[in-house]
């Protein structure tokens, strides 16, 4: 307590004064009970605290004497509503963007045949070579080397043409008749399309035939591949169109050399059926690959995989029936 001096009502004098009592005042925050408030840009709930934009989140702990406040930072984000999750982007195939055509025709390079010695490309499909030569393993090339390996002299004889003649007549007279009477929708794109081998095939065998060359019935690889067509037929058309395409790109792109080889060394000079085409040949087949890639833009990624991997096996066949020309 202290005391103040004021005049005395009675008295006239500045000398006379009166002590009065007076309080002390307080200061409110040197009490002991004080509690000092922290004001947060938050509206505040008893245990618990919203977060406020650009702040770090936290929870603030009310005891129940309020007289102290504790602050626990969380380690854990949480995604504000509304946000976008990361977008994952699927591993580019060779070829992808230019459609289903262009995956396989890499496939095709991994295959290829450099004189005779098999080219190791990379187990993955990313690192390609260049392009296979279209006989999956069986071709031939210009210094007249086959697929039989390394330092192996390709001689064709007549026998063996002959049967590789009758083979291929096997093959492309089943992929050609599935396409003319299939149900299916998607063989009725591929009808008609210039590319046709069979008729061709037949003229060239009974020219043979008039050449007293005895003409065999299909071997085993012919049989062999049109078996296993027969079990993709129904399955899986979209597996089955991968071996059609394959069949003629085999064909157009190494029955060129072996023409060659074989007209030079067996027929004295003479073109066969079966290496003729009305028009030309090169825009007839883009035909066929933009119709395909039209197609596989409806196909899902696996089932595009396993079209790849058909890629391989097809061009393996052509590759056994190509090689009867030196058997």
């Known amino acids: 307590m202290s005391l103040s001096y004021w005049p005395s009502p009675s008295s006239s004098s500045s000398a006379s004064f009166r002590c009065l009592p007076m309080e002390k005042p307080t200061n409110p925050f040197l009490s002991p009970h004080f509690v000092p408030i922290r004001f947060k840009p938050t509206l505040q709930i008893p245990n618990f605290a919203l977060k406020s934009k650009n702040r770090r989140p936290t929870i603030s702990c009310c005891s129940n004497n309020n007289s102290v406040v504790a602050e626990t930072r969380t380690t854990s984000y949480e995604r504000p509503p509304g946000a976008k999750r990361g977008r994952k982007y ?55 080397d086959g697929g039989g390996g390394a330092g192996q002299t390709w001689k064709p004889t007549m026998k063996g043409f002959v049967k590789y003649l009758v083979d291929s007549k096997h093959v492309f007279d089943f992929v050609e008749r599935i396409v003319d009477e299939s149900d299916d929708v998607s063989y009725t794109y591929f009808r008609r399309t210039g590319l046709e081998r ?23 690889p012919g049989v062999a591949y049109v078996k296993y067509l027969e079990g993709l037929v129904e399955k899986s058309p979209p597996l089955f169109l991968s071996h059609f395409y394959n069949i003629y790109f085999s064909h157009i792109a190494g029955g060129q050399v072996i023409a060659k080889q074989v007209s030079e060394r067996l027929l004295q000079g003479r073109e066969l059926e079966f290496y003729k085409w009305e028009g030309n040949v090169e825009e007839l087949f883009k035909g066929v690959r933009e119709k395909l890639n039209m197609l596989g833009k409806h196909w899902g990624r696996d089932e595009k995989n396993r079209c790849l991997c058909e890629t391989r096996k097809s061009l393996h066949h052509m590759g056994q029936i190509v090689r009867l020309i030196i058997l």
């Open 198 to 220: 069979s008729k061709g095939l037949s003229k060239d065998l009974e020219w043979f035939r008039q050449q007293d060359t005895v003409i065999p019935p299909p071997s085993n």
């Open 90 to 144: 699927s591993k580019q195939y060779p070829g992808q963007k230019e459609g289903i055509t262009e995956e396989m025709r890499f496939v095709a390079m991994k295959l290829r045949n450099v004189k005779g010695k098999k080219v190791e490309a990379d187990s993955s499909d990313e690192e390609e070579g260049e392009e296979d030569d279209g006989n999956g393993g069986g071709s031939v090339d210009e210094d007249g």
